[in-house]
T-cell receptor, first 116, second 115 residues
Framework: DSGVTQTPKHLITATGQRVTLRCSPRSGDLSVYWYQQSLDQGLQFLIQYYNGEERAKGNILERFSAQQFPDLHSELNLSSLELGDSALYFC???????????????FGPGTRLTVT | AQKITQTQPGMFVQEKEAVTLDCTYDTSDQSYGLFWYKQPSSGEMIFLIYQGSYDEQNATEGRYSLNFQKARKSANLVISASQLGDSAMYFCAMRVTSGTYKYIFGTGTRLKVLA
């Protein structure tokens, strides 16, 4: 158990809908990362937050957005869902200092999103 | 272009033997980090080992070592004394810092350890 929790474990929804994925980092970790893993595109880094602020941005679509709250949990919002958004979405956390990016990330179990 | 290449889609190794998983990278950044992750069939991602671009010594973590050859832009993972529990998907990844931090993953190598 990495100490990172993600809810829900599974999510099935229809095209055009909006969903929210939730992540609670390990106790003491300030950075949260979001990744998407699909058969088509492999593992893709989406976005990183550090202590409530966006720190790094990867291949995140404009239809997707994320935020990190004062209690350090994070949410990834996916809207106008398409079939191609079906994937496993991972959240990871690390201590992640602002000027010294911690290298060890602890991954949650993932949320399996199926868009029908 | 910033890229990670893993050329071995699948590999077999006999239990107790060593195995090398290949990873080459491409970046123009001077400062970068290289990672290896393991993904068992259960799906979770497990951090294995990290090498910074300025680290002079190869990283080691237990049975895992990273064979870092900067001039060749390779960062191969060596697993010594393979165990059945090492059967999994292995991903090489790179953190680059041009502009902003970004993480790039390879396509992975599926390792099967044979009894």
């Amino acid at each position: 158990d990495s100490g990172v929790t993600q809810t829900p474990k599974h999510l099935i929804t229809a095209t055009g809908q909006r969903v929210t994925l939730r992540c609670s980092p390990r106790s003491g970790d300030l950075s949260v990362y979001w990744y998407q893993q699909s058969l088509d595109q492999g593992l893709q880094f989406l976005i990183q937050y550090y202590n409530g602020e966006e720190r790094a941005k990867g291949n995140i679509l404009e239809r997707f957005s994320a935020q990190q709250f004062p209690d350090l949990h994070s949410e990834l919002n996916l809207s106008s869902l398409e079939l191609g958004d079906s994937a496993l979405y991972f959240c990871a956390s690390s201590v992640g200092g602002l000027n010294a990016d911690s290298y060890e990330q602890y991954f949650g179990p993932g949320t399996r999103l199926t868009v029908t | 272009a910033q890229k990670i290449t893993q050329t071995q889609p699948g590999m077999f190794v006999q239990e107790k033997e060593a195995v090398t998983l290949d990873c080459t990278y491409d970046t123009s950044d001077q400062s970068y980090g290289l990672f290896w992750y393991k993904q068992p069939s259960s799906g979770e991602m497990i951090f294995l080992i990290y090498q910074g671009s300025y680290d002079e010594q190869n990283a080691t973590e237990g049975r895992y070592s990273l064979n870092f050859q900067k001039a060749r832009k390779s960062a191969n993972l060596v697993i010594s004394a393979s165990q059945l529990g090492d059967s999994a998907m292995y991903f090489c990844a790179m953190r680059v810092t041009s502009g902003t931090y970004k993480y790039i993953f390879g396509t992975g190598t599926r390792l099967k350890v044979l009894a």
